[in-house]
């Protein structure tokens, strides 16, 4: 009886445990199933990073390409007929008449009207009243010290507003004295007033230690647009060719700009995430 009970109690003890061996392998095996779940996660996490990354340079260039291709399309437009003539001769006034787009392969400057051109129901040498079922308060889009565009069907003037008020917008007198609602060879329902606008982009370094693309108007200093652009280049299409250069010879025989952007993203796994993208624009004022 005794000898049976030794026995049983002996024989349950070796079941019951698990030598050295065993658990060295248990062990390997556990690292292994661990490893390979912190690989997959590593990896998984390099894959969203890299994605999130894509995402944002594709982001940045759609915000880029959608901005100045607003502009460059409105080159040298601005609500006036294509055959009125610039009379005024300041700088903006010559930009606007001679070289309304130009600039180098890594920079581009352009000068139009805006978009949002504005009917004139009356005028003076040196004024213009607007229309009053199209704005309500002119003040709400003029002020003083903008730069304008006046024009009707044969004349075109680029000037500085002096005031503003509900419906008027007040500026020194026209060259000759000129009344652009008081010519007899041009309707007056013709004449309107937008303001002008200049705008020049760029690549430049920003304050975090990278680079983005930047916009200056009127000269002012360049507001950032998009970061992580490490260069940008435009190259133009002349009128009549099929191919673009980056320097034209007459700049008011553009009809096409190409901008060529290089962006960056976030670094994954030791490796700058860099993305090559392309956009073509025709100016709106040379092909309508």
């Known amino acids: 009886m005794n000898r049976r009970v030794r026995s049983g109690l002996s024989t349950f003890g070796r079941s019951a445990g698990f030598s050295l061996i065993e658990l060295m392998i248990a062990l390997v095996l556990g690292l292994m199933v661990i490893g390979a779940a912190f690989v997959m996660f590593q990896s998984n996490r390099n894959s969203f990073r890299a ?58 400057t352009l000068v139009s009207g805006e978009d949002a051109a504005y009917k004139v129901t009356a005028s003076t040498t040196t004024s213009v009243t ?19 565009l006046l024009c009707n069907a044969r004349k075109s003037y680029v000037v500085e507003v002096v005031s503003v ?19 007899e060879r041009v309707p007056p ?37 998009v970061e992580g652009v490490q260069s940008v280049a435009f190259s133009y299409l002349p009128l009549g060719s099929s191919s673009y250069t980056a320097t034209p010879g007459v700049w008011t025989d553009i009809i096409g700009v190409r ?24 100016l709106r004022s040379r092909t309508l």
């Open 51 to 108: 994605a999130e990354g894509v995402n944002r340079i594709q982001e940045g260039a759609r915000v880029a390409f959608e901005l100045m291709s607003a502009d460059i399309r409105s080159t040298g437009g601005g609500g006036c007929s294509s055959s009125s003539t610039v009379e005024t001769t300041g700088d903006l006034s010559l930009a606007y008449r001679d070289a309304p787009i130009s600039g180098s392969g890594s920079e581009l």
């Open 130 to 148: 607007l229309d009053a079922t199209q704005i309500d308060d002119a003040t709400e889009v003029f002020e003083a010290e903008d730069v304008i």
């Open 165 to 183: 008020d509900a419906s008027t917008i007040t500026f020194a007198a026209l060259p000759e004295s000129y009344n652009l609602t008081d010519d």
């Open 189 to 225: 329902s013709s004449v309107v007033v937008a303001r002008l606008r200049s705008t020049r982009w760029y690549v430049a370094d920003n304050p975090r230690g990278g680079s983005s693309l930047y916009v200056s108007r009127f000269g002012q200093a360049g507001e950032e647009v």
């Open 259 to 282: 901008a060529d952007l290089v962006l960056e993203g976030e670094n994954v796994d030791g490796k700058a995430l860099t993305r090559r993208t392309s956009n073509v624009v025709s």
